[in-house]
């Protein structure tokens, strides 16, 4: 353990979020755990026993965030290189290409991410012909908002060879599924090493920022590569930052696979192994055809591969796990997962904890089916604040009622099913306090749940969901991962309001937290503490 994590450290003066004691002002944190959570009283006692005290100034204190889906080395890349997710036209979108390569002119294969058609006014994505002008004939990829698809220049299409006869090519337009597949690796694979610690370092640095404590990585041989996968894990345990967990997409049917996928250090075959692609190119699996489209989408998994998979991680006792979307796709996983039970017996698969990555078309019965089954929906709500509503790409996509389904967080909590929230990033920004807001204002009301639950959700959810009961929460005992942060009055707020006044009853006990009403500011962090050591401060500590 370094110095900073076998100080002895008393924090007091402001606000502690824990269920041990909801009017807690101070806490002691011993060798990288919370010793002690109590009132400012109280901490008298320990003031002179400890090798530091902190003034909190009526700052607030929380569990450090834990972000459960998360690109990396993408989302580093994404904030250092090309970010088009701020492009409002097609033809802004190719100033900002045109600009970066200019501004690059020695990099091999230029990258970037974030396009979203959906939001502009040609509705259209950009040309290989508009893309080739652009880079002035380079090698360039970019990622759609969703990374389900990309778009190529035709100098890095010829990198690739035999990709005109792969599904999913398209002369002009995204390439999706094996087409996309192969050109990303071909991409990634021109990064040097130390870009791709920079990009790492960028992302464990930015999610520090935020209050985040641990982020789970959710790579593949579909997303990125083994040696991207490896090296993130290493720098993660060689440098101080947020906790890197580890999961590897890969498709396994026996305990030689299941060790494979341990062996690079993955706690669990899980993430986004894909069942299907995402609403926004068209590819999540349906049962009923797009309302903007002639057909389902695209299946990659079936449930006897969901099922075979799920066998062999539980009888290897490795998580399991499955990306699936589309209602046809959740069924699957629903149908696979249910078949294994019924082989290996019911508890021992509920015990393994799987997990669902965005399980977005939900009806009551694959609800019910996730709570029978003991699976984790591993969710991001920033998808329904980007594109819910009557208005939004969801409703484009699948009709209005339809899209109403989406995302129904209120439901799976009355089911019992356990909940951990997630950005995708770089497909949403790392935001944990946008994210907890999304989800107790989500744009279809009948959806929506207390900031408690998704407060919950973002920091035990994740820890949960690793087969950890004993994080993401400060009590005595658990681990120092702890977020500090200046914000106004705390609140308790619900959708009933009568759940609401009750809570802020001194006499129910509740802890509050910061008001996330809409169009208000969001909590600054101000340090960020990850097993005891300080891995952010803010610029007015």
């Given at each position: 353990?370094?110095?900073?994590?076998?100080?002895?450290?008393?924090?007091?003066?402001?606000?502690?979020?824990?269920?041990?004691?909801?009017?807690?002002?101070?806490?002691?944190v011993?060798?990288?755990?919370?010793?002690?959570?109590?009132?400012?009283?109280?901490?008298?006692?320990?003031?002179?026993?400890?090798?530091?005290?902190?003034?909190?100034?009526?700052?607030?204190?929380?569990?450090?965030?834990?972000?459960?889906?998360?690109?990396?080395?993408?989302?580093?890349?994404?904030?250092?290189?090309?970010d088009?997710?701020?492009?409002?036209?097609?033809?802004?979108a190719?100033?900002?290409?045109?600009?970066?390569?200019?501004?690059?002119?020695?990099?091999?294969?230029?990258?970037?991410?974030?396009?979203?058609?959906?939001?502009?006014?040609?509705?259209?994505?950009?040309?290989?012909?508009?893309?080739?002008?652009?880079?002035?004939?380079?090698?360039?990829?970019?990622?759609?908002?969703?990374?389900?698809?990309?778009?190529?220049?035709?100098?890095?299409?010829d990198?690739?060879?035999?990709?005109?006869?792969?599904?999913?090519?398209?002369q002009?337009?995204?390439?999706?599924?094996?087409?996309?597949?192969?050109?990303?690796?071909?991409?990634?694979?021109?990064?040097?090493?130390?870009?791709?610690?920079?990009?790492?370092?960028?992302?464990?640095?930015?999610?520090?920022?935020?209050?985040?404590?641990?982020?789970?990585?959710?790579?593949?041989?579909?997303?990125?590569?083994?040696?991207?996968?490896?090296?993130?894990?290493?720098?993660?345990?060689?440098?101080?930052?947020?906790?890197?967990?580890?999961?590897?997409?890969?498709?396994?049917?026996?305990?030689?696979g299941?060790?494979?996928?341990?062996?690079?250090?993955?706690?669990?075959?899980?993430?986004?192994?894909?069942?299907?692609?995402?609403?926004?190119?068209?590819?999540?699996?349906?049962?009923?055809?797009?309302?903007?489209?002639?057909?389902?989408g695209?299946?990659h998994?079936?449930?006897?591969?969901?099922?075979?998979?799920?066998?062999?991680?539980?009888?290897?006792?490795?998580?399991?796990?499955?990306?699936?979307?589309?209602?046809?796709?959740?069924?699957?996983?629903?149908?696979?997962?249910?078949?294994a039970?019924?082989?290996?017996?019911?508890?021992?698969?509920?015990a393994?904890?799987?997990?669902?990555?965005?399980?977005?078309?939900?009806?009551?019965?694959?609800?019910?089916?996730?709570?029978?089954?003991?699976?984790?929906?591993?969710?991001?709500?920033?998808?329904?604040?980007?594109?819910?509503?009557?208005?939004?790409?969801?409703?484009?996509?699948?009709?209005?009622?339809?899209?109403?389904?989406?995302?129904?967080?209120?439901?799976?909590?009355?089911?019992?099913?356990?909940?951990?929230?997630?950005?995708?990033?770089?497909?949403?920004?790392?935001?944990?306090?946008g994210?907890?807001?999304?989800?107790?204002?989500?744009?279809?009301?009948?959806?929506?749940?207390?900031?408690?639950?998704?407060?919950?959700?973002?920091t035990?959810g994740?820890?949960?969901?690793?087969?950890?009961?004993?994080?993401?929460?400060?009590?005595?005992?658990?681990?120092?991962?702890?977020?500090?942060?200046?914000?106004?009055?705390?609140?308790v707020?619900a959708?009933?309001?009568?759940?609401?006044?009750?809570?802020?009853?001194?006499?129910?006990?509740?802890?509050?937290?910061?008001?996330?009403?809409?169009?208000?500011?969001?909590?600054?962090?101000?340090?960020?503490?990850?097993?005891?050591?300080?891995v952010?401060?803010?610029?007015?500590?």
């Open positions: 353990m370094t110095e900073s994590e076998t100080r002895t450290v008393l924090l007091r003066g402001g606000e502690v979020h824990s269920p041990a004691d909801p009017f807690a002002t101070a806490m002691v011993e060798r990288g755990h919370v010793a002690w959570v109590g009132s400012e009283g109280a901490a008298d006692a320990f003031a002179t026993g400890v090798d530091e005290v902190v003034d909190l100034d009526g700052a607030l204190v929380t569990p450090a965030f834990t972000d459960a889906h998360v690109h990396t080395t993408a989302t580093g890349l994404a904030l250092t290189g090309l088009l997710s701020g492009a409002r036209s097609l033809r802004d190719l100033g900002l290409v045109r600009a970066h390569a200019t501004a690059h002119p020695g990099v091999r294969i230029l990258l970037g991410h974030g396009w979203d058609s959906a939001r502009w006014p040609e509705r259209r994505a950009p040309s290989r012909t508009e893309l080739d002008e652009a880079t002035g004939g380079r090698p360039l990829y970019l990622t759609r908002i969703d990374v389900h698809s990309a778009v190529a220049t035709t100098a890095l299409l990198l690739v060879p035999g990709v005109t006869s792969l599904t999913g090519y398209d002009e337009g995204p390439l999706t599924a094996a087409a996309h597949h192969a050109v990303r690796a071909a991409a990634h694979a021109a990064v040097p090493p130390r870009q791709r610690a920079e990009a790492q370092r960028a992302a464990r640095r930015h999610a520090a920022s935020l209050g985040i404590g641990s982020l789970h990585e959710c790579a593949g041989p579909d997303i990125s590569d083994e040696d991207d996968f490896t090296a993130l894990l290493a720098l993660a345990a060689e440098e101080p930052g947020p906790r890197v967990h580890g999961y590897w997409a890969e498709a396994i049917t026996d305990a030689k299941a060790a494979r996928v341990r062996g690079l250090g993955a706690i669990g075959a899980a993430g986004d192994l894909f069942v299907d692609g995402s609403l926004g190119s068209h590819t999540a699996h349906l049962c009923e055809p797009y309302a903007d489209a002639p057909h389902t695209t299946a998994l079936d449930a006897a591969t969901v099922a075979a998979h799920v066998t062999a991680c539980t009888e290897a006792g490795l998580q399991a796990g499955f990306h699936a979307i589309g209602d046809a796709a959740v069924g699957a996983v629903v149908d696979g997962v249910r078949a039970a019924e082989r290996l017996g019911l508890a021992r698969v509920r393994a904890r799987h997990r669902v990555e965005h399980a977005e078309m939900l009806v009551p019965e694959t609800i019910a089916a996730f709570a029978e089954l003991g699976l984790t929906a591993s969710v991001q709500p920033a998808f329904d604040a980007a594109w819910g509503g009557e208005d939004g790409m969801y409703a484009e996509r699948l009709g209005v009622e339809r899209a109403r389904t989406l995302n129904p967080y209120a439901a799976l909590l009355r089911a019992g099913v356990p909940l951990a929230f997630g950005s995708d990033s770089p497909v949403t920004p790392l935001d944990p306090w994210t907890v807001r999304a989800a107790a204002f989500h744009r279809t009301p009948g959806h929506r749940i207390s900031v408690r639950a998704a407060f919950t959700a973002h035990r994740g820890w949960r969901v690793l087969g950890r009961d004993d994080a993401g929460t400060l009590v005595p005992g658990a681990p120092a991962d702890y977020a500090v942060w200046r914000t106004g009055a705390l609140v707020q959708p009933d309001d009568r759940v609401s006044r009750w809570s802020t009853d001194p006499r129910s006990g509740t802890p509050g937290l910061p008001d996330l009403t809409p169009g208000g500011p969001l909590p600054e962090c101000l340090r960020t503490v990850v097993a005891g050591q300080t952010f401060v803010g610029p007015k500590e």
